[in-house]
């Protein structure tokens, strides 16, 4: 996130959201003919400020909200008029310029509303820095996912490019060093560096009862492994034509293929959001 360097942003877009607001009032009043000679004067003053302050501020706003233009539309064609010139750049009181200083005092209000959620998630610090949420570790070390899976496939390759993209360390046990530990104990010890888990359920076995298809045995294992120790932190995918045993059945899951896995990014994108592990999503993938 790019920053004020050596300010709290809070307070910063706090302030700025204030001064805008402040102008609007000297906007209206000057058009109505109510403002001294010294009055103009510090409305002059206070655009210049925030004309500088825009551009400061303008980058980090349209990243907490994700809003730049206003999208308006001349017959068939589309315009993206740029509210923050429009707002600043003239003391105007045609109906645009009056409309794009609300909007620009709306979506500061709502990057702060942002901010501030975020602060108190612990997902950035007051300056704005994105701070992992990592259980016992240190401030800014990437997120750690484990991933639950039936072996390599298509899908797995994916969603372990998906997770590196989005800044996450994507721990699959096979590719970890063992150290001389056991199987089992090697799926331990590298749960208990993890956040949180993926199922990637992959078709395995045949249910000998019902002829469907259900995930590998060592699936349903590592699902109760993590449970103890992420019993809210759980994400659950399942490739189509495979079912959940009852236990899992309840879960909220996502459908996935091994040539489609968009619907289940969205999915590990909103639930990491959730989890406080990342702010935002912004890949070729998916927009969260």
Same mark, same amino acid.
């Given at each position: 996130?790019?920053?004020v360097?050596?300010?709290?942003l809070?307070?910063?877009?706090?302030?700025f959201?204030e001064?805008?607001? !402040?102008?609007? +009032?000297y906007r209206?009043?000057? +058009?109505?003919?109510?403002l001294?000679?010294?009055q103009?004067?510090?409305?002059?003053?206070?655009?210049?400020m925030l004309?500088?302050?825009?551009?400061?501020?303008?980058?980090?706003? &349209?990243?907490l909200?994700?809003?730049? /233009?206003l999208?308006r539309?001349?017959?068939e064609?589309?315009?993206?008029?740029?509210? +923050?010139?429009?707002g600043?750049?003239?003391?105007?009181? !045609? *109906?645009?310029?009056v409309?794009?200083?609300? $909007?620009?005092?709306?979506?500061?209000?709502?990057?702060?509303?942002?901010l501030?959620?975020?602060?108190?998630? @612990?997902?950035?610090?007051?300056?704005?820095?994105? &701070?992992?949420? &990592?259980r016992?570790?240190? *401030?800014?070390?990437?997120?750690?996912? $484990?991933? %639950?899976?039936?072996?390599?496939?298509?899908?797995?390759?994916?969603?372990?490019? =998906?997770?590196? %993209?989005?800044?996450?360390t994507?721990?699959?046990?096979?590719?970890?060093?063992?150290?001389?530990?056991?199987?089992?104990?090697?799926?331990? /010890? /590298?749960? #208990?560096?993890?956040?949180?888990?993926?199922i990637?359920?992959?078709?395995?076995?045949?249910?000998?009862?019902?002829?469907?298809?259900?995930?590998?045995?060592?699936?349903?294992?590592?699902?109760? *492994?993590?449970?103890?120790? =992420?019993?809210?932190?759980?994400?659950?995918?399942?490739?189509?034509?495979? #079912? =959940?045993?009852? %236990?899992?059945?309840?879960k909220? +899951?996502?459908?996935f293929?091994?040539?489609?896995?968009? #619907?289940?990014?969205?999915?590990?994108?909103k639930?990491?959001? %959730? $989890? @406080?592990?990342i702010?935002?999503?912004?890949s070729?993938k998916?927009? &969260?």
């Amino acid at each position: 996130m790019s920053l004020v360097r050596g300010k709290n942003l809070l307070e910063e877009l706090t302030l700025f959201f204030e001064e805008l607001k !402040s102008y609007q +009032w000297y906007r209206v009043n000057y +058009w109505s003919k109510r403002l001294s000679k010294s009055q103009i004067k510090d409305m002059e003053d206070l655009r210049d400020m925030l004309v500088r302050k825009a551009g400061a501020f303008k980058s980090i706003i &349209v990243e907490l909200t994700g809003k730049e /233009y206003l999208t308006r539309f001349k017959g068939e064609q589309e315009q993206k008029l740029d509210m +923050w010139f429009l707002g600043l750049s003239q003391l105007s009181s !045609s *109906r645009t310029h009056v409309e794009a200083l609300s $909007f620009c005092i709306d979506v500061t209000n709502q990057a702060i509303g942002k901010l501030g959620s975020d602060i108190e998630m @612990g997902v950035c610090d007051k300056q704005g820095n994105l &701070v992992a949420k &990592v259980r016992g570790g240190e *401030r800014g070390t990437p997120p750690k996912v $484990f991933i %639950a899976h039936g072996g390599r496939t298509a899908a797995r390759d994916d969603l372990e490019d =998906f997770l590196v %993209a989005l800044g996450v360390t994507p721990i699959i046990v096979e590719d970890q060093p063992s150290e001389g530990r056991s199987k089992d104990k090697n799926v331990e /010890y /590298y749960l #208990k560096q993890c956040d949180c888990a993926v199922i990637l359920a992959t078709r395995g076995d045949v249910d000998g009862r019902t002829g469907e298809f259900i995930p590998r045995g060592n699936i349903l294992i590592e699902v109760g *492994r993590s449970l103890e120790l =992420f019993p809210d932190r759980m994400i659950y995918l399942l490739e189509e034509e495979a #079912k =959940f045993p009852t %236990a899992i059945d309840e879960k909220v +899951w996502e459908r996935f293929t091994q040539e489609n896995m968009d #619907k289940a990014f969205i999915k590990v994108a909103k639930e990491l959001k %959730a $989890f @406080g592990l990342i702010r935002a999503v912004r890949s070729r993938k998916t927009n &969260v």
